[in-house]
């Protein structure tokens, strides 16, 4: 029986976001509120099968949250793709998702991501060589609607390879982030689902900002699961039922943030991360309250995390 299956109805996922949904941010976010369901940032298959590997290995970095953790991986060798798989499954990862919805310019000129809605053989043969290399590990599929426009046989095409997840935000290509995410496309596709009778879960995505939100759309398209991505930016008690954060005090943001860097300094070496990475999160914990764009300002001007943490101490003297 595979991780899904024993999942709530309803279930939440936290989105895979590059930079961002690494270790030291999972820990925190479960801390605070968990999801049902992590994932790992992308990473590049055919990068982690060359020279450059060492570079890429600290995304996969993994810790047991008590919570199932699927690793997200991308590339265009489906050799590449079954080795790698075989890695994470042995790694302790609970699930592999290929990503085939990234929209990102270099990479779909390059063939990969969202290219392979319009390259349905090496889609193909990327899907059954992380089977092989899956060995029994749940594998699915995160993607979009279409490349420029709605494209139901792309998502019939996926559906036919019986994946233990399909992820679908709600937006083409094309669209990138730019309109809303249409929900009446995931629900399409559940639609869809039901009608071939398959047993993949179907995740949906695009848009969802609170709990509440994500169990009513879950409701109404009867979709399996809701992914929340940006959402955690606004509130990172998003999973939660009651979220905290309105009420909670410039100290104990300010702590949180200080928490979080030194998370960071314990898992990384500087030559895996820079901390101008995780500066970018003074935006979540340093915001909402008097003095907070001069803090991030002072804190976005240093290039140490020992620096950062000093002038976090000193603001709350
Ligand atoms: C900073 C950032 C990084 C992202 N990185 C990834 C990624 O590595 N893999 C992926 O499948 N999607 C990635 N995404 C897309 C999100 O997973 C999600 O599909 C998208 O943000 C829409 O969901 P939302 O409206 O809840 O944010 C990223 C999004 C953001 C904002």
Redesign the pocket.
Same mark, same amino acid.
């Given at each position: 029986m595979s991780f899904y299956q024993k999942l709530p109805k309803p279930f939440f996922v936290l989105?895979?976001? *590059? *930079? =961002?949904t690494d270790l030291v941010f999972r820990q925190i976010i479960n801390d605070l509120a968990q999801p049902d369901v992590y994932f790992t940032?992308?990473v590049n298959v055919d990068g982690l099968s060359s020279d450059g590997r060492n570079k890429l290995l600290h995304k996969l970095k993994y810790t047991n949250l008590g919570k199932p953790i699927i690793a997200?991986i991308w590339g265009k060798e489906p050799s590449n793709f079954k080795k790698i798989a075989t890695e994470v499954r042995n790694m302790g990862f609970d699930g592999i998702d290929l &990503?085939m /919805?990234?929209p990102d310019k270099t990479i779909v000129k390059n063939g990969c991501c969202s290219a392979l809605i319009n390259n349905r053989d090496l889609a193909k043969n990327i899907i059954t060589s992380t089977f092989e290399g899956a060995k029994g590990l749940p594998v699915s599929v995160?993607t979009r609607i279409g490349f420029n426009d709605i494209d139901m046989s792309w998502l019939d095409f996926l559906l036919d390879f019986e994946l233990a997840g399909l992820t679908v935000?709600g937006r083409t290509k094309k669209q990138l982030?730019k309109t809303a995410?249409d929900w009446d496309v995931i629900s399409h596709v559940r639609q869809l689902r039901d009608q071939k009778k398959v047993k993949t879960f179907i995740v949906g &995505? #695009? *848009? =969802?900002i609170t709990r509440k939100q994500g169990m009513m759309l879950a409701k109404k398209y009867q979709i399996d699961g809701i992914?929340? #991505?940006? /959402?955690v930016f606004s509130d990172p008690f998003v999973f939660s039922e009651n979220s905290l954060w309105k009420s909670y005090t410039t100290t104990q943001k300010i702590e949180l943030f200080i928490k979080h860097i030194k998370l960071f300094d314990l898992t990384y070496s500087e030559n895996e991360r820079s901390v101008y990475q995780l500066f970018k999160f003074a935006k979540l914990y340093i915001n909402g309250f008097e003095g907070a764009s001069d803090l991030r300002a002072r804190i976005m001007s240093v290039n140490s995390s020992k620096k950062a943490i000093e002038i976090l101490n000193s603001s709350l003297a």
């Open positions: 989105a895979p976001m *590059d *930079d =961002v940032e992308f997200q &990503n /919805g990234c995160k935000h982030s995410a &995505n #695009g *848009d =969802v992914m929340i #991505g940006r /959402g």
